[in-house]
């Protein structure tokens, strides 16, 4: 049975350490086909992304674009949630991978930093019983989860301004559309 891996995100904006997984994960041979999800309305955040959905997924498609060849033919870009009314429930876009990919198992990577708070995610027993859950660690926090040397990097930093590790499209990107700390 193949396996598909689901790396879902705010990425407002994708940058360099979501990049760094996104390698690792495809480098290792860790997940042979990967989807990146952008959030629609996370609701454990406590802010709402700054770009809109389809801004965001226009910075994670520049980004994967800029992976090499073999890397970037293993991930895509998938609008799922950004296209889904409503709140965004990882349950949801599990269910509806596993529906595209019947025979594959379906693979769901969080960081340390999102696990934090698997409590309190909608129908979180479901999810655990419909995926396999890998934790990626994160700097900062201590739960223990797969260590790919996850470089110290935060979307936050990006829009403050006080970091410019994302991609060249995407730095093109952001400052075309006025986004974050360009704007200012």
Same mark, same amino acid.
């Given at each position: 049975?193949?396996?598909?891996?689901?790396?879902?995100?705010?990425?407002?904006? =994708?940058?360099?350490?979501?990049?760094?997984?996104?390698t690792q994960l495809l480098q290792r041979d860790i997940i042979g086909h990967l989807l990146i999800?952008?959030?629609? %309305?996370?609701?454990?955040?406590? #802010? !709402?992304?700054?770009?809109?959905?389809?801004?965001?997924?226009a910075m994670c498609q520049l980004a994967i674009e800029s992976l090499p060849a073999d890397l970037r033919s293993r991930?895509?870009?998938?609008?799922?949630?950004?296209?889904?009314?409503?709140?965004?429930?990882?349950?949801?876009?599990? #269910?509806?991978?596993?529906?595209?990919?019947?025979?594959?198992? =379906?693979?769901?990577?969080?960081?340390?930093?999102?696990?934090?708070?698997? &409590?309190?995610?909608?129908?979180?027993?479901?999810?655990?019983?419909?995926?396999? =859950?890998?934790?990626?660690?994160?700097?900062?926090?201590?739960?223990?989860?797969? &260590?790919?040397? !996850?470089?110290?990097?935060?979307?936050? %930093?990006?829009?403050?301004?006080?970091?410019? %590790? =994302?991609? %060249?499209?995407? !730095?093109?990107?952001?400052?075309?559309?006025?986004?974050? !700390?360009?704007?200012?």
């Open positions: 049975m193949s396996a598909v891996g689901i790396y879902g995100g705010t990425f407002d904006p =994708i940058h360099l350490g979501h990049l760094h997984v996104i999800v952008p959030a629609g %309305q996370p609701l454990l955040r406590a #802010d !709402a992304p700054v770009a809109t959905g389809a801004q965001r997924r991930v895509e870009v998938n609008p799922i949630e950004i296209l889904r009314e409503g709140p965004s429930y990882a349950i949801d876009t599990v #269910d509806a991978v596993a529906a595209t990919y019947p025979d594959a198992q =379906i693979v769901l990577f969080v960081g340390s930093d999102a696990y934090a708070n698997i &409590d309190k995610w909608h129908r979180v027993e479901e999810l655990k019983n419909k995926c396999r =859950i890998i934790v990626i660690e994160r700097p900062g926090y201590s739960f223990e989860g797969l &260590d790919i040397s !996850a470089l110290d990097i935060s979307a936050t %930093q990006i829009r403050e301004g006080s970091s410019n %590790q =994302i991609p %060249q499209s995407v !730095a093109h990107y952001i400052k075309e559309n006025g986004l974050y !700390a360009s704007a200012k």
